[in-house]
């Protein structure tokens, strides 16, 4: 039950920060990381998607992650500190 209720946590920040920039570390295994900066677009049950910052504004990139990435760390999200929203 725990566990239920931490990705409920999980799912109730990520919920309360939709529309709010974060930077994305997401640990892809064999020292490999990725970093990317967008806006949390979208929540569903399972997943939520990030809108990634492209050097091309044509190009529409989005990212998914599920709630259990979070919580396994193999995602790590930080909110920008000055609170802005796109």
Known sequence: MEYRSDINQV????R???GRRVRIREN???NKVDVAE???????PCVFLVRVNSMNPDIKRTLSFSYTDLLTRDVE???AADGSQE
């Open 16 to 18: 309360r920060n939709v």
């Open 38 to 44: 967008g806006v949390i677009a979208e929540i569903y």
């Open 11 to 14: 799912r109730n920040t990520i």
């Open 77 to 79: 999200l930080c909110f």
């Open 28 to 30: 892809k295994g064999r």
